[in-house]
């Protein structure tokens, strides 16, 4: 499948991502913030110690970062879609919430519903969601948790007057596309005044940056 991104490029920045979060300009100190493979490693066990299942067998592998699916069970693709493709066939949904990584710094997402994305498909009747990255990773957001507290699959944040100056946005643009440096081009952001406080951190592994695939599974 083409990509309309450089994939030498999507590889060096995932590097890189692999030791920054998204969003650097707006969290305070960049000594705090340990690598995402330490992260993960480290929410793997503290999930455990609470019961959540995080891990599961791996998704039918989508390998182009610009688009994402939506996959059948066994792992067969019913919708795949650029950012400009979910934005004509979804209605876009607004949410605006701070991060477990942003230091008290809401940042405004914009995108469609997941729970929508999952009714079009009908991909609901099973207890979870298997979400799969760019970068290999795999985690399970079961769908209590789509249906309580409404992620989106965000694929636009709010320009800020940093990115205006910097010439990332135009004076006049609300919205930019995330990028792979904002954990783009998909990431599924959810309302953290509305989770549940033991979810950060044991849970912060739901907030999946780079998706490239969502599966039900058992």
Known sequence: MGSALDIKK????????????PF????????QRAS??????????AALSIGAPLWCGAA?????????QIQDASGSPLGTFTQ?????QFPMRDLVTET?????VKVHFRGPSLQEMIAKYK????????VAAYDNFIVKVTMDEVVEFAPVIAIERACTDADKQSGACAKDQDFKPLSLDDGGPFYIVWPLSKLPKPYVPARNTIWVWFVTSIRPVD
């Not at 999507?10 to 979060?21: R, S, V, W």
């Open 10 to 21: 999507t590889e060096k920045t995932l590097a890189k991502a692999g030791t920054e979060e």
């Open 24 to 31: 650097p300009a707006v969290i305070a100190n960049r000594k």
């Open 36 to 45: 995402r493979a330490w992260k993960y490693a480290a929410l793997f066990f």
């Open 60 to 68: 039918a592998a989508n390998d182009d970062p610009a688009v994402i």
């Open 84 to 88: 400009e493709q979910l934005k004509q």
């Open 100 to 104: 477990p990584w942003t230091n008290g």
């Open 123 to 130: 991909i609901g009747d099973k207890a979870n969601l298997e």
